[in-house]
């Protein structure tokens, strides 16, 4: 979203020099109200509140799933790959969704937790969830990272049908909503996990 920020910007003042006009004002907010924001809720009874939950929801957690053998750590090179999915599979993505009372998202979130169970046998899975946490904020037009990144629980079962963990995923995303503005590295910090853990943040879903 910071990027996006910058680009439309960027694109204003493209705009202004081939029209041979003046860029308009730039629309940017000051960071520092949303210092003073972030102090204030640290502050907050919110804060106590949300740092429970989630000691709560993440009790005898383990330790992250991971997809690579051996510690891990920042890599040299990244590998991207990209897929296109065409419009049968976009509306079976949708169906999917629909199925359990959720969105297509959910059932991407779903598809992912059921492909880590069968790659590591685990059936109790934290994959990492960006939120934005910015709508209502301060941060809402200061070009800045403001994204969260958060674990999302979930207990994939070999018996459990697809829409059924469809549901699982959007109960758990309802139960977070609430809590997401609570820092993922706090969150990390607040279970004092070992040296050299992975921590429960695992594969994530963006």
Same mark, same amino acid.
């Given at each position: 979203?910071?990027?996006?920020?910058?680009?439309?910007?960027?694109?204003e003042?493209?705009?202004? /020099?081939?029209?041979?006009?003046e860029?308009?004002?730039?629309r940017?907010?000051?960071v520092?109200?949303?210092?003073?924001?972030?102090?204030?809720?640290?502050? #907050?009874?919110?804060?106590?509140?949300?740092?429970?939950?989630?000691?709560?929801y993440?009790?005898?957690v383990?330790?992250?799933?991971?997809?690579?053998?051996?510690?891990?750590?920042?890599?040299?090179?990244?590998?991207?790959?990209?897929?296109?999915?065409?419009?049968?599979?976009?509306?079976?993505?949708?169906?999917?969704?629909? #199925?359990?009372?959720g969105?297509?998202?959910?059932?991407?979130?779903?598809?992912?937790?059921?492909?880590?169970?069968?790659?590591?046998?685990? =059936?109790?899975?934290?994959?990492?969830?960006?939120?934005m946490?910015? /709508?209502?904020?301060?941060a809402?037009?200061?070009?800045?990272?403001?994204?969260?990144?958060?674990?999302?629980?979930l207990?994939p079962?070999?018996? =459990?049908? /697809?829409?059924?963990?469809?549901?699982?995923?959007?109960? #758990?995303?309802?139960?977070?909503?609430?809590?997401?503005?609570?820092?993922?590295? =706090?969150?990390?910090?607040?279970?004092?996990?070992?040296?050299? #853990?992975?921590?429960?943040i695992?594969?994530?879903?963006?």
């Open positions: 979203f910071g990027f996006s920020l910058f680009n439309r910007r960027i694109g003042h493209y705009t202004a /020099l081939v029209a041979g006009t860029p308009p004002a730039p940017f907010a000051p520092e109200p949303v210092v003073r924001e972030e102090e204030s809720y640290r502050e #907050s009874d919110a804060f106590a509140a949300d740092r429970a939950f989630w000691a709560d993440l009790a005898d383990e330790e992250a799933v991971a997809l690579s053998p051996g510690a891990s750590g920042i890599a040299r090179r990244s590998r991207a790959v990209r897929f296109t999915l065409d419009a049968q599979q976009q509306n079976a993505l949708a169906a999917l969704g629909k #199925s359990a009372r969105s297509w998202g959910d059932a991407v979130t779903a598809l992912v937790a059921a492909y880590l169970r069968g790659a590591t046998g685990r =059936d109790d899975i934290t994959i990492g969830f960006p939120v946490n910015r /709508l209502g904020s301060a809402l037009n200061v070009p800045m990272t403001a994204v969260n990144v958060v674990p999302l629980r207990r079962a070999a018996r =459990d049908s /697809l829409s059924g963990l469809v549901g699982q995923v959007r109960d #758990s995303v309802a139960r977070c909503r609430k809590h997401y503005r609570y820092r993922g590295e =706090d969150i990390q910090r607040d279970l004092r996990l070992p040296a050299g #853990s992975r921590g429960v695992g594969p994530s879903v963006n």
